[in-house]
């Protein structure tokens, strides 16, 4: 089993600034890819960022340029660098891990409010 704990969502005003923190603990699977995921109120559960154990990141388009996803392989976290936000970013961001078969584990969410 593994354990995700995320923090650092908050209330913010349009073009602000938040970083997302996220623990793993437990049975680390390596390799493995961390991400962010979001949903938003009646909607779909989406992909906002992934990064592979060696760095490689994948963001969907909507985030591009204002998002960074990293991660500390040595303390199993992962972090998501949030820029210029805009009221649409307003959702419950969960953090993830994905290994090969079912190893797939989320965390419970932090909710991430951004006002006009």
């Known amino acids: 089993q593994v354990q995700l704990v995320e923090s650092g969502g908050g209330l913010v005003q349009a073009g602000g600034s938040l970083n997302l923190s996220c623990a793993a603990s437990?049975?680390?699977?390596?390799?493995?890819?961390m991400g962010w995921f979001r949903q938003a109120p009646g909607k779909q559960r989406e992909l906002v960022a992934t990064?592979?154990?060696?760095?490689?990141?994948k963001y969907v388009s909507s985030v591009e340029g204002r998002f960074t996803i990293s991660r500390d392989n040595a303390k199993n976290m992962v972090y998501l660098q949030m820029n210029d936000l805009k009221p649409e970013d307003t959702a419950s961001y969960y953090c993830?891990?994905?290994?090969?078969?079912?190893?797939?584990?989320w965390g419970q969410g932090t909710q991430v409010t951004v006002s006009s």
């Open positions: 993830n891990i994905d290994g090969p078969g079912e190893y797939d584990f």
């Open positions: 437990g049975s680390i699977f390596s390799p493995n890819v």
């Open positions: 990064i592979t154990v060696t760095g490689r990141t």
